[in-house]
């Protein structure tokens, strides 16, 4: 069955810090890959996504994603975080092909950022 | 991008009783998934539904536990029957926009069961 791991459960950064939260998938075939936000009391939101192409993924509000195939990796990455990017991060992914199926999710992380 | 209205957004329930789940999208959907996520984990699904059809249920989850209904490509219901403590839980649903362009989700459902 498909797995997806999040490597890092809880990340505690000060602000203007570097960011990467770590990825790995374990289907072999084709993928659609995507990263979700949720920040507290409110509905999971795309921050990126990966369907095909540069695997460098640009997304919403500075953050990117680097699809690795040979790693089976999607890391998410931000060059520098702010206080407003408290929250739960979730790496998912979709068997690729004509028609998107169900998601699988990893673990989640939970981003704290100190001021 | 479509929008899913979900209701209740919580609930606190009595043992033994039973809690329908809605989710209304603004725009049409394939499928539409069930979810629950519980505290420090991630979301495990629960089941796809199809318009028309039966829902397609996940190891571990049962009709009779969770039946669910999809009338049209716009609505769905999870009802979470006979609840015990055990299914204290948030419950989100979520749906597959028909261009094939990815996925909606409610804001979610905390149950509390007590």
């Known amino acids: 069955a498909q797995s997806v791991s999040q490597h890092n459960h809880h990340v505690i950064l000060s602000e203007a810090a570097s960011l990467e939260l770590g990825c790995n998938y374990s289907?072999?075939?084709?993928?659609?890959l995507f990263w979700y936000v949720q920040y507290p009391g409110q509905h999971l939101q795309l921050l990126l996504k990966?369907?095909?192409?540069?695997?460098l993924v640009k997304g919403i509000k500075g953050f990117e994603a680097e699809f690795i195939k040979s790693k089976f990796s999607f890391n998410l990455r931000k060059p520098s975080v702010q206080w407003s990017d408290t929250a739960e991060y979730f790496c998912?992914?979709?068997?690729?092909?004509?028609?998107?199926?169900?998601?699988?999710f990893g673990r989640g992380t939970q981003l704290t950022v100190w001021p | 991008s479509a929008v899913i209205s979900q209701k209740p957004s919580r609930d606190i329930c009595q043992r033994g009783t039973s809690l329908t789940i809605q989710c209304q999208v603004d725009?049409?959907?394939?499928?539409m998934f069930w979810y629950r996520q519980q505290p420090g984990q991630s979301l495990t699904l629960i089941a796809t539904?199809?318009?028309?059809?039966?829902?397609?249920?996940e190891s571990g989850f049962v009709i009779d536990k969770f039946p669910i209904s999809r009338p049209n490509l716009t609505f769905s219901t999870l009802t979470v029957s006979n609840m015990s403590p055990e299914d204290s839980s948030i419950y989100l649903c979520?749906?597959?926009?028909?261009?094939?362009?990815?996925?909606?989700f409610g804001s979610g459902t905390r149950l509390t069961v007590v």
């Open positions: 998912a992914v979709a068997k690729g092909g004509s028609t998107l199926g169900r998601l699988y």
């Open positions: 289907y072999g075939g084709t993928v659609n």
């Open positions: 990966y369907f095909s192409g540069d695997p």
């Open positions: 725009s049409q959907v394939t499928m």
């Open positions: 539904a199809n318009q028309g059809s039966e829902a397609t249920y």
């Open positions: 979520s749906g597959l926009t028909v261009n094939n362009y990815g996925y909606t």
